[in-house]
């Protein structure tokens, strides 16, 4: 078994045609075309950056492009102090809609796996011998702020933001936004404008802050997307994964958002289907 509270915190193709890859790909002329598309001059406003992230992206086309996508690759064991361990990884999103499966086969052969999703408005986790159960939303309460729906969350006119000092030495502008009982900020790459990292405060728990950083950039379709995410909690490392395979052209029925027997083909037994109605759009 895994060795995990919730499935996130230690070990923080159906539907896509793409083999898994052992190495990461990096991007050719058409993401260096958009990653420099800006100049690196710190914009006055917070409208004028976030203007500047979504021309990085290739505008509101692109972006739109990025809520609908299936990628694979493999999440790192962070309870493993002695030696590197990860597991393989897959992630679907689709509108407000997520999934992320977690997979281990040691020998080739699947011995364990955790599957989450989110359906707009609660989690659910499918863990083995244990089956469904609510968990607390965490970091996907936070979807709006985080990569990819920030880009085009910071353009919403009148959201109060603003563009933080900018010191000698920096590499990155950060934008701060107060949105309710929450505080982001957004961090974009000085010489490419594209999303480096942000950062979530609660104003009612001031210790409960989540970051989540991205780099190396790679073209999927035309799309700079990022094959690196590490995530903090309260200081602490809470996942970090690698993408080898992106794709944004997938087709994904709202079914597939939900635990399915395909989830856990090759173990033991495969899952009993969630009953739950559709995931709400």
Same mark, same amino acid.
């Given at each position: 078994?895994?060795?995990?509270?919730?499935?996130?915190?230690?070990?923080?193709?159906?539907?896509?045609?793409?083999?898994?890859?052992?190495?990461?790909?990096?991007?050719?002329?058409?993401?260096?075309?958009?990653?420099?598309?800006?100049?690196?001059?710190?914009?006055?406003?917070?409208?004028?950056?976030?203007?500047?992230?979504?021309?990085?992206?290739?505008?509101?086309?692109?972006?739109?492009?990025?809520?609908?996508?299936?990628?694979?690759?493999?999440? $790192?064991?962070?309870?493993?102090?002695?030696?590197?361990?990860?597991?393989?990884?897959?992630?679907?999103?689709?509108?407000?809609?997520?999934?992320?499966?977690?997979?281990?086969?040691?020998?080739?052969?699947?011995?364990?796996?955790?599957?989450?999703?989110?359906?707009?408005?609660?989690?659910?986790?499918?863990?083995?011998?244990?089956?469904?159960?609510?968990?607390?939303?965490?970091?996907?309460?936070?979807?709006?702020?985080?990569?990819?729906?920030?880009?085009?969350?910071?353009?919403?006119?009148?959201?109060?933001?603003?563009?933080?000092?900018?010191? $000698?030495?920096?590499?990155?502008?950060?934008?701060?936004?107060?949105?309710?009982?929450?505080?982001?900020?957004?961090?974009?790459?000085?010489?490419?404008?594209?999303?480096?990292?942000?950062?979530?405060?609660?104003?009612?728990?001031?210790?409960?802050?989540?970051?989540?950083?991205?780099?190396?950039?790679?073209?999927?379709?035309?799309?700079?997307?990022?094959?690196?995410?590490?995530?903090?909690?309260?200081?602490?490392?809470?996942?970090?994964?690698?993408?080898?395979?992106?794709?944004?052209?997938?087709?994904?029925?709202?079914?597939?958002?939900?635990?399915?027997?395909?989830?856990?083909?090759?173990?033991?037994?495969?899952?009993?289907?969630?009953?739950?109605?559709?995931?709400?759009?």
């Amino acid at each position: 078994m895994f060795d995990t509270e919730s499935g996130r915190n230690n070990v923080a193709g159906k539907y896509s045609g793409n083999a898994l890859k052992p190495a990461l790909r990096f991007g050719g002329a058409a993401l260096l075309a958009l990653a420099f598309v800006s100049c690196s001059g710190v914009p006055s406003s917070p409208e004028g950056a976030a203007k500047k992230m979504l021309r990085a992206y290739g505008g509101e086309k692109n972006v739109k492009r990025l809520q609908s996508f299936v990628a694979r690759g493999f999440i $790192k064991d962070l309870s493993s102090e002695t030696v590197a361990k990860s597991y393989a990884f897959d992630v679907y999103r689709k509108g407000n809609l997520y999934k992320h499966r977690v997979m281990a086969a040691p020998v080739g052969k699947l011995t364990d796996v955790i599957v989450l999703y989110y359906d707009g408005t609660a989690s659910h986790e499918w863990l083995k011998g244990k089956g469904v159960h609510e968990i607390p939303p965490m970091e996907l309460g936070l979807l709006k702020y985080r990569f990819p729906d920030c880009i085009q969350w910071a353009q919403d006119g009148g959201r109060a933001g603003e563009i933080l000092p900018v010191k $000698k030495g920096d590499t990155v502008v950060r934008v701060r936004y107060t949105d309710g009982s929450e505080v982001a900020v957004i961090a974009m790459d000085r010489k490419s404008w594209l999303l480096s990292s942000v950062e979530v405060t609660n104003v009612t728990d001031t210790s409960a802050v989540f970051t989540e950083s991205y780099d190396h950039y790679t073209d999927a379709a035309g799309v700079p997307f990022p094959q690196e995410f590490k995530a903090t909690f309260k200081g602490a490392p809470y996942y970090e994964y690698l993408l080898s395979v992106i794709d944004l052209d997938a087709d994904l029925p709202d079914s597939l958002f939900r635990v399915t027997n395909e989830d856990t083909i090759g173990l033991s037994g495969p899952a009993k289907e969630d009953p739950q109605a559709a995931p709400k759009q």
